[in-house]
Nanobody, 131 residues
Framework: VQVQESGGGLVQAGGSLRLSCTIS?????????????MAWFRQAPGKEREGFGC????????YTVDSVKGRFTISRDNAKDTLYLQMNSLKPEDTAMYYC????????????????????WGQGTQVTVSS
């Protein structure tokens, strides 16, 4: 199974970026992209990786932390096996490596921010926001 993020880059404060995440090779497991809850994590320099958003397998329920609420939107297209992160009103403190991850279950549980909940991880895409 391979998880691949894309869409990162350098943007000025107040700008927008859209990240994508695709998963391939799931047929080996007998499951499909639509069977997995998905999340976005990020890791800023010198800080721990933090989960900031989760979406359930059907895509009809999302959870986000307060620091990104109203600015970031998580969505998915199960027909395209793709997870999205629309980031608006970006701030310098959003600068980080962004990762997507696939859960062991369809739902975002109360512990969705815990990295141990996730089976598959991407290598990350860098987002840099200049002031």
């Amino acid at each position: 199974v391979q998880v691949q993020e894309s869409g990162g880059g350098l943007v000025q404060a107040g700008g927008s970026l859209r990240l994508s995440c695709t998963i391939s090779g799931l047929t080996i497991s007998g499951l499909t992209f639509g069977d997995y809850g998905m999340a976005w994590f990020r890791q800023a320099p010198g800080k721990e990786r933090e989960g900031f958003g989760c979406i359930n397998a059907r895509g009809d329920k999302t959870y986000t932390v307060d620091s990104v609420k109203g600015r970031f939107t998580i969505s998915r297209d199960n027909a395209k096996d793709t997870l999205y992160l629309q980031m608006n009103s970006l701030k310098p403190e959003d600068t980080a490596m962004y990762y997507c991850a696939a859960k062991d279950t369809q739902y975002c549980s109360s512990s969705w921010q815990s990295q141990s909940e996730y089976r598959y991880w991407g290598q990350g895409t860098q987002v840099t926001v200049s002031s």
